[in-house]
């Protein structure tokens, strides 16, 4: 089995969380674009739910398969998020933003009662950071926002190349709002938290790829089977075993 098979057995437990009647987000990335493709598939089957999609790319896909979307600020409130993630550690805390949407994943992600993140095996790890963190920031004043967060992160204990992303073009990469993504280096990330509270202090930053205390599930396969993990403090696991 290759990766791409396991993503596709963590989209489709990912599927049993799905109810009718439900408001969902859907999560940007290729793990969660075969969750999407497979939802598509529950409603052509007649599965009614309406959607928001974290990403332009993921409109589209869902668009071209049927699934009825709508904004947030149709539906501020959503049952449940399924996304995927660039890393996992033990405790749920993870990495995302490799595919740039991380600022609308957040907010559709906390907008959620429920975040599943489907995954396969090798998101998995013991020290966030191995996956160069993502963190959009706005493109005024970019050399010095970028200068800031060095500052800041080797203070909270992080330091490393800081580097801007480009596109396939060669020119700065720009997210569905408009802004830049700076891939900062650090390598393992100690303290989350104190890094992520830090890096927010900056005037130019955005939104960073930490995501604290946001997912309740995270469905993992790899060549051991597919595995449930639950948040310590979820208070679902059970219904979905
Ligand atoms: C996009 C993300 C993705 O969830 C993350 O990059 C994982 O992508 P993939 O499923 O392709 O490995 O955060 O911003």
Excluded at 61 to 77: F, N, R, S
Excluded at 171 to 186: E, K
Excluded at 226 to 231: F, K, P, Y
């Amino acid at each position: 089995m290759s990766s791409d098979d396991w993503k596709r057995q963590a989209a489709e437990q990912a599927l049993s969380y799905v109810e009718d009647g439900m408001k969902l987000g859907l999560g940007t990335g290729s793990t969660a674009a075969k969750f999407v493709d497979l939802l598509s598939e529950k409603v052509k089957g007649g599965l009614k739910v309406v959607c928001v999609p974290t990403s332009e790319a993921t409109r589209a896909q869902a668009a071209a398969l049927g699934i009825p979307l709508a904004t947030l600020d149709e539906h501020p409130a959503l049952d449940l998020t399924v996304d995927g993630a660039d890393e996992m550690d033990e405790e749920m805390r993870l990495i995302k933003g490799g595919g740039g949407a991380l600022l609308r994943e957040k907010i559709v992600a906390v907008a959620s009662d429920r975040v599943v993140i489907i995954a396969d095996s090798s998101k998995r790890v013991d020290v966030l950071g191995r996956f160069p963190l993502p963190i959009e920031v706005v493109p005024f004043g970019l050399a010095s926002t970028q200068r800031l967060i060095f500052q800041m992160a080797t203070d909270a204990g992080c330091d490393g190349e800081i580097k801007l992303r480009l596109g396939a073009s060669g020119a700065p990469f720009v997210t569905d709002n408009g802004n830049h993504i700076l891939d900062c280096s650090f390598g393992a990330i100690d303290d989350p938290e104190a890094l992520d509270d830090a890096l927010k202090l900056v005037p130019g930053v955005v939104e960073t790829g930490l995501f604290l205390g946001i997912a309740d599930v995270g469905i993992v396969a790899g060549p051991m089977g597919v595995e449930v993990l639950s948040a310590v403090d979820a208070d679902f696991d059970e219904e979905n075993s």
